[in-house]
């Protein structure tokens, strides 16, 4: 005889995300990684889907300030915490400097992998407003570019890093 198990049901929970200054309310499983709710639920599709292990750097999203895999997070460990997408970069119709930086030295390629090293960059520069070159280079560890755009992401960090003396963002 053999036993028949009822199928698994996925637990449901609101849960409350504070995500770009705004709070936001849905109903998820709490074991859901936070990209997957921030592209499906939110429609915050600027994080991108790289390789699903928290090892190339699209997904990158700040946590309470810290630069964080978003992918391998879950959803469920989030809640009550400052979380900020690219989406939430540009205030009141202006480019943060690191955003502006990017396209002025020509930083991206294809623009895949942008987002995530854009959240890594803010993410070093709230920590350390004048960065060393292996500042720069220990924070982007693991943010891929496959077009090989590196030294102008490096560039790039340190242009924001002098524009932003004058008082971070």
Do not use: W
Request: net charge neutral; glycine share 12%; with cysteine.
């Amino acid at each position: 005889m053999s036993a028949t198990f009822p199928e698994e049901v996925p637990m449901t929970t609101i849960t409350e995300l504070h995500v770009n200054g705004t709070k936001h309310r849905l109903e998820a499983d709490p074991a859901r990684s936070l990209l997957s709710v921030l592209r499906d639920d939110l429609d915050l599709s600027g994080s991108k889907y790289g390789c699903g292990e928290g090892r190339c750097g699209a997904c990158t999203v700040t946590i309470d300030g810290k630069a964080t895999r978003s992918c391998t997070t879950q959803v469920g460990d989030c809640a009550g915490k400052q979380i900020a997408t690219i989406e939430g970069l540009e205030k009141d119709g202006k480019l943060h400097p690191l955003q502006e930086a990017f396209l002025e030295v020509g930083a991206m390629q294809c623009g895949y992998c942008t987002p995530g090293m854009l959240m890594a960059g803010v993410a070093l520069l709230r920590k350390n407003a004048d960065p060393t070159l292996q500042d720069i280079i220990r924070a982007m560890e693991g943010n891929i570019c496959r077009c090989g755009t590196y030294a102008r992401i490096i560039l790039a960090i340190r242009k924001a890093a002098q524009t932003l003396k004058g008082g971070a963002r």
